[in-house]
């Protein structure tokens, strides 16, 4: 079982910075992929931002440019640095990991989500 733990959202004016932190804890073997998601009200979620174990980065376009994807391995934690903030950025959002056990099987979790709300 692995439990996340998702911090930093919050309330900021538009043009501004967020850094979300998600941390996991439990048993595993690996952490392989770390993301985040996003949910705005009435949308679909929608994936922001992906890194593997190795440090391969990927974005969504909206965000490109200004969010930065980064993982602690040592600290099994993944941050989410948002600049330039927009009030279509505002979302609840969630990590998500995939991790391998020690048997080899992959497992995939989601936070609980953390709520980011961008004002115009």
């Known amino acids: 079982q692995v439990q996340l733990v998702e911090s930093g959202g919050g309330l900021v004016q538009a043009g501004g910075s967020l850094r979300l932190s998600c941390a996991a804890s439990g048993t595993f073997f690996s952490i392989n992929l770390m993301r985040w998601h996003r949910q705005a009200p009435g949308k679909q979620r929608e994936l922001v931002a992906g890194?593997?174990?190795?440090?391969?980065?990927n974005y969504v376009r909206s965000v490109e440019g200004r969010f930065t994807i980064s993982r602690d391995n040592a600290k099994n934690t993944v941050f989410l640095q948002m600049n330039s903030l927009k009030s279509e950025d505002t979302a609840v959002y969630y990590c998500y990991v995939e991790v391998t056990d020690s048997g080899g099987y992959s497992w995939r979790y989601w936070g609980q989500g953390t709520q980011v709300t961008v004002s115009s």
């Open positions: 890194i593997t174990s190795g440090g391969k980065t």
